[in-house]
């Protein structure tokens, strides 16, 4: 599997936008980017995925780089319940057999009033 | 709520013992994966089955083993258990097994080894 790189962790102020970047160099054509995040106590939530474009769902925004080797996730207005570790994951198109989803170690978002 | 169901949410129980987890995959979902969770670490992926056939594998213990059943539902057997295996179990589902198909997790399985 193509490997990401997150920044260990973040911080944000409650209601400003937050940008989770994520870089994936060795990203391949087939390549789905996704993002899940976990809130303490919690299994992993699914937030979005994209291919080549950018984006929306009612959760957040996916900015996908023209190259793809980086994307950023986008929260419009963090809120308190928005803190949690977030997961930028590659998944393939034609997967076979090796289908998993292997998740590294993610940012760790903390909000704050 | 996420769709996908995992019984029980706590179990606790001794070395040497087996348990057997279960879950219950989202409606209409055909793939089902399982995860551990330990304390300070992150997820690590043991075993994916896609309409009960087995599909993929990871670092899962010869101790442990799965199956998928017919009507979708899947559980996870843990024998001659371990204080090392003490962790979170998550099991996650999706509709297909390509790139384009996300996976929706349970609220896990909190395994406690005595």
Same mark, same amino acid.
Not at chain 1, 65 to 90: F, Q
Not at chain 2, 68 to 92: I, K, M, R, T
């Given at each position: ?13 409650? &209601? ?10 060795? +990203? ?15 299994? =992993?939530?699914? %937030? +979005?995925?994209?291919?080549?474009? $950018? %984006? ?5 925004? #996916?900015? +996908? ?8 996730? +986008? ?20 997967? !076979? ?8 170690? !993610? ?5 704050? #009033? | ?17 087996? %348990?057997?987890?279960?879950?219950? =995959? ?27 056939? &087995?599909?993929?594998?990871? $670092? ?21 258990? &371990? ?16 790139? $384009?198909?996300?996976?929706?997790? !349970? ?8």
């Amino acid at each position: 599997d193509a490997k990401t790189t997150q920044p260990n962790s973040m911080e944000s102020n409650e &209601e400003e936008p937050v940008h989770l970047p994520c870089n994936h160099s060795t +990203i391949s054509g087939t390549d789905y980017i996704h993002w899940y995040r976990q809130l303490p106590s919690q299994g =992993p939530e699914y %937030v +979005i995925h994209g291919l080549t474009s $950018n %984006v929306n769902n009612r959760m957040a925004s #996916l900015a +996908i780089a023209e190259d793809r080797k980086s994307s950023t996730l +986008i929260l419009h207005r963090a809120t308190l319940r928005d803190a949690a570790v977030y997961y930028c994951i590659l998944r393939a198109l034609l997967t !076979g057999t090796a289908s998993k989803l292997t998740f590294g170690t !993610g940012t760790r978002l903390q909000v704050t #009033l | 709520d996420s769709g996908v169901t995992q019984t029980p949410k706590h179990l606790i129980t001794a070395t040497g013992q087996r %348990v057997t987890l279960r879950c219950s =995959p989202r409606s209409g979902d055909l793939s089902v994966y399982w995860y551990q969770q330990s304390l300070d670490q992150g997820l690590q992926f043991l075993i994916q089955y896609y309409n009960g056939e &087995e599909r993929a594998k990871g $670092n899962i213990l010869e101790r442990f083993s799965a199956q998928q059943f017919p009507d979708l539902h899947s559980e996870l057997n843990l024998s001659s258990l &371990e204080l090392g295996d003490s962790a979170l179990y998550f099991c996650a589902s999706s509709e297909r097994i390509d790139g $384009n198909s996300p996976l929706h997790f !349970g609220n896990g399985t909190r395994l406690t080894v005595t």
